[in-house]
């Protein structure tokens, strides 16, 4: 489960962000690439832009479902 108090500092405000546990898999990329980037600087991948229709948000659920290591949360 991801720790909403150990976000990735460049997450965007919003319902979904991915924590510090992440491993840059690249699998929410995959899946959502809009909505998920890696920071190559820091390591690990963010939220760099909020979903904004349920076409949008069910797809950045699914990111979320398929983070081997529960990254990605969101503030429901």
């Known amino acids: ?5 150990s976000k990735a500092a460049k997450n965007v405000a ?10 840059s898999c690249g699998q929410c990329h995959d899946v959502a690439p809009d909505f998920f980037v890696e920071d190559q600087a820091a390591g690990g ?3 760099c832009k909020q979903p904004a229709s349920a ?20 503030d429901s």
């Open 1 to 5: 489960m991801a720790d909403k108090n």
């Open 14 to 23: 919003g319902k979904f962000y991915v924590d510090t546990n992440c491993i």
């Open 55 to 74: 076409d949008e948000i069910a797809l950045c659920s699914q990111a979320k479902d398929s983070c081997p290591v529960d990254a990605i949360g969101d």
């Open 45 to 47: 991948m963010y939220v």
